[in-house]
């Protein structure tokens, strides 16, 4: 059963950090799926933040994710991270972890939700001034 369990949410002020986690089930989980993050924010839906790719490419961001956010997984292991500096209000929301299937050597990245299979649970992230 394929399972995807986020941590490390919390709450924060304006300008703190804060580093999620995603752990795979299985320890060769990620070299099928390409590893994305989403964050759904009160009144929006649900919205792409970062995704990494394994081949040839450097990590995708969301336009507000770019110099504040980073993407990574721990070398081949099961876990990806999202680490997150320099918060605002606007980043308070649940973040989830999802899972795009490989379909090729080279890793087209998926921006939508409808690109993601599996989906964790969401761990809430909170900012507030």
């Known amino acids: 059963q394929v399972q995807l369990v986020e941590s490390g949410g919390g709450s924060v002020q304006t300008g703190g950090s804060l580093r999620l986690s995603c752990v795979g089930s299985g320890r060769l989980f990620w070299s099928s799926y390409i590893p994305g993050w989403f964050r759904q924010t009160p009144g929006k839906g649900r919205e792409f933040v970062a995704a990494l790719p394994r081949s040839r490419g450097s990590p995708t961001y969301a336009e507000f994710a770019k110099g504040r956010f980073t993407i990574s997984r721990d070398g081949a292991g099961n876990t990806v991270y999202l680490e997150m500096h320099s918060l605002k209000a606007d980043d308070t929301g649940v973040y989830y972890c999802?899972?795009?299937?490989?379909?090729?050597?080279?890793?087209?990245?998926?921006?939508?939700?409808?690109?993601?299979?599996?989906w964790g649970q969401g761990t809430q992230v909170t900012v507030s001034s």
């Open positions: 999802a899972a795009q299937p490989r379909r090729s050597i080279i890793d087209v990245v998926s921006t939508t939700t409808e690109g993601y299979t599996y």
